[in-house]
């Protein structure tokens, strides 16, 4: 081992910057934040968006279209899937609990019965919607549709 192979040991030295500590530490004066502005203060925070004074993207762009607050969401779920899932099942009975804890709905999802596929087995169908097509699918199986609030 020589004087120029030593070396302190991994995590003894510190790699930030010492800033603002005088002219000759070469970090001095504005301590690396230029002259003058907010961003040279102590304190500086800037919204969130903001682009240094340039219009910001949000402002830019043009907006358009229309968002209904009012809209009510449904899971959709076919009658092919609900046929599955009672022979799956066993049972002639399917509610929205049995939907949602079979998976095929979250547990804060409305779930709507759509008419795509075929329907054999003559289910009892709760959900809180139907399509018209879904309705006389079932009806014609010998089952019944029960809307649900």
Do not use: C, W
């Not at 070469?26 to 240094?52: D, L, N, P, V, W």
């Not at 547990?107 to 309705?135: R, W, Y």
């Amino acid at each position: 081992m020589k004087l120029e192979n030593l070396a302190p040991a991994a995590g003894a030295t510190k790699t930030s910057k010492r800033l603002g500590r005088g002219q000759g530490s070469g970090k001095g004066g504005t301590a690396t934040r230029g002259t003058k502005g907010a961003q040279a203060r102590a304190g500086y925070e800037h919204k969130i968006g903001f682009e240094g004074g340039q219009m910001p993207i949000q402002r830019r762009l043009p907006k358009f279209g229309f968002t209904n607050y009012n809209r009510v969401e449904y899971k959709a779920v076919n009658v092919s899937a609900l046929e599955a899932l009672a022979a799956s099942l066993g049972i002639a009975e399917i509610g929205i609990d049995t939907i949602k804890s079979a998976g095929l709905a979250g547990k804060n999802d409305l779930v709507k019965v759509l008419g795509n596929g075929e329907i054999t087995a003559a289910l009892t169908v709760t959900a809180n919607a139907f399509s018209k097509s879904a309705v006389s699918k079932i009806e014609a199986a010998g089952g019944k549709a029960v809307v649900s609030e």
